[in-house]
């Protein structure tokens, strides 16, 4: 076939690329084609238009915030053409529900000139959690992973471009409202390694200072997981109230859903 693979992602914690990559390293491996990785997680990746050729099959990951696709991606996804070729959003939430998010996914990449050809629905460890979908995406989540992604293959080998029923509502459901600024501690283990600036998506972390964080913080919790002294943390008891009740509500292990 003469198919080309773009790998999309927002992952400031991984998970979604994870699964991103995987799905694109089946995709490229079956038609022997080559494939590239667009890693949209720092600020400066989401300010250029990206335009895609028909013959490009366009795999879109990114985490559920609230139910929705992050808002921080929608400047970005309103520039980003397709110009008939075709696209695979992927949503990764952390075991408890991914409301709209695919169905925004997919609105917004049809609105764009994409035809969107599958969809599916994975799960990552929660961000401002260690224990709710510890480990996340795991080795049985990228087998399906692997799976779904020659099922989508065979779809498109065989000329068949139906669209597919994703689950989520319309209208989608409302955003949270933006409260007081939530912003990560920095404890005294922090060695200045500056990693946490690096891995924020906001770039909101003063790399030559890291206990400086400016105003914007996503709850992301990429700093927190990925400081090698772990020395960063959220000490906000709302923040820790939430994480309770759901390491208590939802810890009952879901299982990817997919949509071809």
């Not at 927002?10 to 998970?15: D, M």
């Not at 949503?91 to 169905?103: K, T, W």
Request: some cysteine; charged content about 25%.
């Amino acid at each position: 076939m003469n198919q080309k693979v773009t790998v999309l992602y927002f992952s400031p914690t991984g998970t979604s690329r994870t699964i991103a990559l995987k799905i694109g390293s089946v995709l490229s491996s079956r038609w022997k084609c080559d494939w590239k990785e667009v890693d949209l997680t720092r600020p400066e990746a989401r300010v250029k238009p990206y335009v895609f050729p028909p013959e490009e099959l366009v795999v879109f990951a990114f985490p559920v915030y609230a139910g929705r696709v992050p808002e921080l991606l929608l400047p970005m996804l309103s520039k980003m053409k397709g110009e008939g070729g075709m696209a695979l959003p992927v949503c990764v939430y952390g075991n408890r529900a991914y409301e709209d998010a695919l169905l925004e996914a997919k609105t917004l990449l049809t609105a764009g000139g994409f035809q969107v050809i599958a969809a599916g629905a994975f799960i990552g460890e929660h961000s401002l959690s260690v224990k709710l979908a510890a480990g996340r995406p795991d080795e049985s989540d990228l087998r399906i992973a692997g799976a779904f992604a020659e099922q989508v293959a065979k779809k498109i080998e065989s000329g068949d471009r139906s669209e597919p029923v994703v689950k989520g509502n319309l209208p989608f459901r409302e955003r949270m409202p933006a409260g007081e600024p939530f912003r990560p501690v920095t404890t005294e283990a922090c060695t200045g390694c500056g990693l946490c600036a690096k891995v924020c998506p906001m770039g909101i972390i003063d790399p030559e200072h890291p206990s400086r964080v400016g105003e914007g913080c996503l709850c992301c919790c990429a700093c927190v997981k990925r400081c090698p002294v772990h020395a960063k943390r959220f000490e906000d008891p709302r923040i820790l109230t939430l994480r309770q009740r759901l390491e208590t509500s939802f810890m009952d292990r879901k299982e990817p859903e997919l949509f071809v």
